[in-house]
């Protein structure tokens, strides 16, 4: 045995570089006559450009070149595209304006981009930007939905009402008879909070041009290196594959954030053959606020049909999403394939229908981020289900667990496309009820009370799909992409073996996780494994990181290409010790011939393959490389119950979380230490969208909260100490049985946070509050509270 | 930023003169919100004049009644002071909670008060406390010293040497942050310095910190947390933003400083 399993807590091994200061991020590389760029970008939210003159600019000291928006239409230059085609509820396809990498005629949005400045160092290029002169027509902007979608000013002059489709899902005529036939309905309107992702390495690039060769190579900030070098390459610049070598180095965190092809990886290697020097490019700060894809960022009405009983009878979800002023590379998909088919939830609610606008605005593009739609729809259904507790009557710990999905429905197929394979969602409740002590939590607010704070609790079960995704189905879907992940397993002579995935690590201990795997496979001790990724001219392909998809999907390649190794490996065994194949038994790192004594070591028959002089030459070939692709039948579906207790300071309206308790079915667990750590990252960002972050924008698209002075990040001293457990049914669809695990802290915690927020202050007879549930609105929501109750 | 000359003066006086002689000469002391303006590009001064070596100008001396601290004595410094923690406790604590461990082991008491940042912490320490703020050229009461958010009387080349804080019979400050920057949304210094009362309020007026009027006449006939809390602060002239609304700062004042009372004893 080595220890370093699966199921062993091995501490990460890429730690070493990261806490001694020795990742090798994109702004750490430089490169042989390097140049620097500086973007200059729109200060308005919305204006034609009139002029834009870089005569100045040009003759600034150390300026190489300054290209525009009319540069790059000049040569043709294709708009950035997006990755999934959503269709409307006529069967027409969704509006897709055009998204030119540099701004041309017109900006959209605070930040988009207008002109690119390479010079001879950053402050240069900066120093020459200040000299563009720009002549904006300052157009009004439309910032709210309600407003883009009146119509008057449009984002697109071809999108009318900033419409970009109106989608449904679910069969509408059910639903009406389900609520026909209600005892009870319950109604809700929802905001989820628009989000700032807020990586701690901000988006960076450098770009480099071989003319000998004509080959392009972009280093790059992203989480998925092939994904952005089949975009550029085949929709914005023409490039074939084999002239674009994608980098994506190591990568300090991207929440989603990093999958997107963004503008300046377009612009600068286009700019690259221009100017035939490579090109350096690191966003500050202000710019990541500014033009990293925002989150979220839905406005819902829902509502929810019961029986006398209490029984789900029915549920009718109306959303309105913010997709900002252009469509980014999953920005379709987010706020309706991977939203609106979670609407059962964990609940045997038999007819669903739910109904999508998406909207274009004046602000920066809203794509993926930690959850990616999930979040959305929980918040939805466990916000809406807590009420239906409180209008109804019964304890909505019995509401949930009359409705909840039971373990012998499954596999169960919900009204709104999904087939779950796997769960057992009322263990996990109860597991988590009991780790929370549920049951006494009334003498908790009692003591709480005492004190002077309102104490609440709250609860959220929920179900995800990720693990994505089966390409047929996704395809179906109007993915524009297949969605599989590809591993090769290369076995070196003596024995030691490098990995080649094209899933990405930012941050999730990929290089400790998925050498587990090989461990496990190969009966190797892992400081025998190395993991590589990210380099398209290493990995033969891949679909990248994101969706809690990386174990689901690429872990099943990793090990489909070990297999393949350890059949190959056996062959050569069975030749050297002269036995039949069938007879070659391997286990602990060891082949073995049945019945007998004879064993050949894992190195041993890699040596061979290499050094093949006693070899079966004429039936499989010298060497010990193998490769898989692996394409899931089905998403995997992680879920859990979270229960959040708070103390509400009525004076202050401050709340504190005094205790969180999750308790996850993530499917099997690689490396419980790795686990845990994500669940507590996940919990931390889904305590910020439910009571720190907000993103604001004011009437005319600037942004309020354009830094740290005003845009909440959590901090530790925000967070309780998380109690986390894993309780797992086995059986998700996919040889190692694994879920996900990524996103479910950040998908389960924000309803639980609110809930309690609300249960704490339903003695004063607030009903509402929206996220983030900050001092102020916790106190707002008070006041009005005790006025209306005072008046009544 | 942009290009600036940098120069390291070697004491009050040469620091002062070469400020005044640059085309648009500023001091640069902790540099906690001058360096950030600066990289912003938010600021283009001609020169810096760097205080960090002037040895005169660090230190916390014990005057009995009083406790002077010198303008380059950094927060880190203020708070662990065994004077500071003995006599004033309150001011030992406001530093403390000054930022982060980063900013503390930075800023300086002087270049705070120099920029009066209308929600920082210690202008309501210098007004609450009724500090003395001393220059080069001459001694500036708490009361005439700001002049309205992010300006003072000081004058060009006037660079605040030292604060003298009389020490009070008992005194505290508490602090409602805001959840963003951890800057006061309201910070609110109670004490009862010489048998006078007083409370300042930093974080919520827009013209920086002020002092509380109606709560320092009903502490002064009645100093107890129900009395501070009893008052209803006006929301006139107060700060409204995405964090705190004018009616919500109002608010937190009489409980700031009605919890102030409490842990003053």
């Given at each position: 045995m080595t ?6 807590s091995?501490?990460r091994?890429?730690d070493?570089?990261?806490?001694t200061?020795?990742g090798?991020?994109?702004?750490d590389?430089n490169r ?9 970008r ?8 009139k ?7 040009e003759k600034a000291?150390?300026v190489i070149?300054?290209?525009t ?7 043709e230059i294709?708009?950035l595209p997006c ?7 006529d ?7 055009g998204?030119?990498?540099?701004a041309h ?9 207008v ?8 402050d240069a290029?900066?120093?020459a930007a200040e000299?563009?002169?720009i002549?904006y027509?300052v157009?009004p902007?439309v910032?709210?939905?309600?407003s883009?979608?009146?119509g008057?000013?449009l ?7 900033n419409r970009c489709?109106?989608w449904?899902i679910?069969?509408k005529?059910?639903?009406d008879e ?8 319950v109604?809700i309107?929802l ?5 700032i992702?807020?990586a701690?390495e901000?988006?960076a690039a450098i770009?480099?041009f071989?003319?000998?060769t004509s ?11 092939h994904?952005?070098r089949l975009?550029?390459g ?5 490039i ?18 990093k999958?997107f092809h ?5 612009i600068?290697?286009w700019?690259a053959?221009k100017?035939h020097?490579p090109?350096?490019?690191?966003a500050?700060r202000?710019?990541s ?5 925002h989150?979220r960022?839905?406005e819902s009405?829902?509502e929810l049909?019961l029986?006398?009983?209490?029984k ?10 913010n997709v900002?002023?252009?469509l980014?590379t ?5 706020p309706?394939?991977?939203y609106?088919?979670?609407l059962?939830?964990v ?6 229908y ?7 605005t004046n ?8 959850g ?11 916000r809406?289900v807590?009420?239906a507790?409180?209008?109804v009557g019964?304890?909505?710990v019995?509401?949930?667990k ?7 429905q ?11 394979d ?12 009991k ?5 006494g ?8 009370e005492?004190s002077g704070?309102?104490r609440g609790?709250g609860?959220?079960?929920?179900v995800e799909?990720?693990g994505i995704a089966?390409?047929?189905?996704a395809g179906?879907?109007?993915?524009r ?11 070196h002579?003596?024995g030691?073996?490098?990995?080649y995935t094209?899933t990405?690590?930012h ?5 400790t996780?998925f050498?587990q795997?090989?461990s496990e496979?190969?009966?190797?001790p892992?400081d ?6 990210g380099?398209?001219?290493q990995?033969?392909?891949g679909?990248g990181?994101?969706g ?10 990793i090990?489909?290409a070990?297999?393949?190794v ?8 069975a030749?050297?010790m002269?036995?039949d194949?069938?007879?070659i038994?391997f286990?602990?790192?060891?082949f073995?011939v049945?019945?007998t ?8 028959i890699?040596l061979?393959a290499y050094?093949p002089?006693n070899?079966?030459?004429e039936e499989?070939?010298p ?9 899931p ?24 979380i005094?205790?969180f ?8 667990v690689?490396n419980p230490?790795?686990?845990e750590g994500q669940?507590h990252g996940g919990l931390?960002q889904g305590v910020?969208q439910a009571?720190l ?6 009437d005319?698209g600037?942004?309020?909260t354009?830094?740290y002075?005003?845009?909440t ?11 986390v ?10 040889p190692?049985?694994v ?5 479910v802290?950040a998908?389960?915690s924000p309803p639980a946070?609110?809930?309690?927020i609300l ?8 009903e509402?509050?929206?996220m983030?549930a900050t001092?102020?609105?916790v106190?707002q929501?008070i006041q009005?509270?005790s006025?209306?109750q005072a008046?009544? | 930023m942009?290009?600036?000359n ?5 004491s009050a006086?040469?620091?002062a003169s070469?400020?005044?002689a ?9 540099g906690m919100?001058l360096i950030?303006?600066l990289?912003q ?13 002037i040895?005169?100008?660090v230190g916390?001396?014990d ?8 303008g380059m004595?950094?927060?880190?410094d ?8 003995s006599k004033i406790?309150a001011?030992?604590?406001l530093?403390?909670?000054i930022?982060d ?7 300086t ?5 120099a920029?009066n940042d209308?929600?920082a ?7 609450g406390l ?10 500036i ?8 958010m992010?300006?003072t ?7 605040i040497?030292?604060v003298?804080?009389p020490?009070?019979e ?6 409602f942050?805001?959840?963003a920057?951890?800057?006061?949304l309201?910070?609110v210094?109670v004490?009862?310095?010489g ?10 007026g ?10 320092e006449?009903?502490?002064s006939?009645?100093?107890s947390?129900d009395?501070a809390?009893?008052v209803k602060?006006?929301d006139?002239d ?6 705190a609304?004018a ?9 700031m ?6 842990a003053?004893?």
């Open positions: 220890g370093t399993g699966i199921g062993a091995v501490k091994v890429e070493q570089r990261f806490l200061g020795n090798n991020y994109t702004d590389i042989p006559g390097q140049s620097h760029a500086w973007i200059l729109s200060p308005h939210a919305h204006a034609t450009l002029s834009v003159d870089t005569s100045k600019a000291d150390g070149a300054i290209f928006g009319a540069d790059m239409a000049a040569d294709g708009g990755g999934w085609q959503i269709h409307n509820k069967g027409s396809p969704m509006l897709e304006p998204h030119p990498p540099l005629e017109k900006v959209r949005y605070v930040g988009d981009q002109a690119i400045v390479i010079a001879a160092t950053r290029a900066r120093d000299l563009i002169e002549d027509g157009l902007a910032i709210d939905m309600d883009a979608l009146a008057g000013t984002v697109h002059d071809d999108v009318p009402n489709f109106d449904e679910g069969e005529d059910a639903v389900a609520f026909a036939a209600a005892d009870h309905v109604s309107d905001v989820n909070n628009r989000l992702p807020n701690m901000p988006r770009s480099d071989d003319r000998s080959q392009y190579t972009l280093f790059t900030t992203s989480q998925n290196p994904v952005i975009l550029m085949a929709f914005v610049l023409q074939p594959e084999h002239k674009l070598r994608v980098v994506a180095p190591d990568v300090g965190g991207g929440f989603g954030s999958i963004y503008a300046e990886e377009a600068l290697t700019a053959a100017v020097q090109i350096k490019w690191t500050e202000s710019e606020f500014a033009t990293d894809a989150g960022d839905h009405h829902a049909a029986d006398k009983s209490g789900f009878l029915g549920l009718r979800v109306a959303t309105k999403a900002g002023a252009y980014s999953f920005g379709s998909s987010v309706t394939y991977l609106a088919t979670l059962a939830g609940y045997t609610t038999p007819a669903i739910a109904e999508v606008q998406t909207v274009f602000t920066v593009p809203v794509d993926a981020y930690r990616a739609g999930r979040p959305e729809c929980t918040y939805l259904l466990e809406l807590t009420k507790a409180r209008e019964i304890d909505p019995e509401l949930r009359m409705n909840m999905i039971q373990p012998d499954y596999p169960y197929q919900t009204p709104v496309a999904l087939m779950y796997c769960g057992d969602s009322p263990a996990t409740f109860a597991s988590a009820l780790a929370s002590d549920y049951a939590f009334e003498k908790r607010r009692a003591a709480a005492k704070k309102l609790i609860i959220s079960t929920y799909a990720c089966p390409s047929a189905v179906a879907l109007g993915a992409a297949g969605l599989y992940e590809s591993a090769q397993v290369r076995v002579p003596t030691s073996v490098t990995v094209g990405h690590n941050g999730q201990g990929h290089e996780t050498a795997l090989v496979s190969f009966g190797i892992i025998q494994i190395e993991i590589s990724h380099d398209t001219d990995v033969q392909f679909m990181t994101y809690s998809r990386s174990l689901a999907v690429g872990g099943p390649a090990l489909n070990c297999n393949k350890i059949d190959k490996a056996k062959k050569i065994a030749h050297i002269e036995a194949v069938s007879d038994e286990a602990d790192g060891k073995t049945a019945g004594d004879k064993e050949m070591a894992f190195g041993e890699s061979a050094v002089h070899y079966p030459i499989i070939e060497g010990l490389d193998e490769n898989a692709f692996y394409d039948l089905n998403f995997s579906f992680p879920g859990g119950a979270h229960i959040c207790e708070v103390e509400v300071d009525p004076e202050t309206g401050d709340s504190e005094i205790s308790t999750a308790v996850d079915d993530v499917g099997r690689v230490m790795i686990v669940v931390a910020g009571m972050e907000g993103c604001v924008y004011d005319n600037q942004l309020l354009g830094s002075m005003d845009y990040m959590p901090r530790a001293d925000d967070l309780p100490n998380f109690s457990a894993t309780q797992s049914v086995m059986g998700a669809s996919n190692l049985e879920k996900g695990v990524g996103e802290g998908i389960g946070v609110v809930n309690a249960d704490a202050l339903a003695p004063l007879g607030v509402d509050i929206s983030p001092p102020l609105k106190w929501a009005e509270s006025v209306r008046a009544e | 942009y290009q600036f940098y120069q390291k003066a070697g006086d040469e620091a070469a400020v005044t640059a085309e648009d000469g500023r001091f640069l002391a902790g919100t950030p303006t990289k590009r938010l600021a283009q001064p001609s020169d810096l004049v760097d205080l960090a070596g040895s005169d100008l916390i001396e005057g009995g009644d009083s406790i002077t601290i010198k004595t950094r927060h880190v203020v708070a662990n002071s065994d004077v500071v923690q406790p001011l030992a604590s530093a403390d909670n930022g461990p980063q900013v503390r082991n930075r800023g008491i002087g270049g705070s008060l920029n209308p929600a912490d210690y202008p309501a320490a210098v007004l009724n500090a003395t703020v001393i220059t080069n050229t001459r001694e009461a708490a009361e005439d010293y700001f002049d309205g992010f300006t009387v000081l004058e060009e080349g006037e660079l040497t030292a003298r804080f020490v009070p008992k005194a505290a400050y508490t602090k942050p805001n959840p920057s951890r800057y006061a309201v910070g210094m004490a009862q310095t048998g006078d009362t007083r409370v300042a309020v930093t974080g919520a827009q013209d920086g910190v002020f002092r509380a009027g109606d709560i006449s009903a502490l006939g009645n100093w947390a009395a809390k009893g602060m006006s006139a107060l700060n409204s933003d995405i964090h609304s009616e919500y700062r109002a608010h937190l004042i009489s409980v400083a009605s919890r102030a009372v409490t003053a004893g």
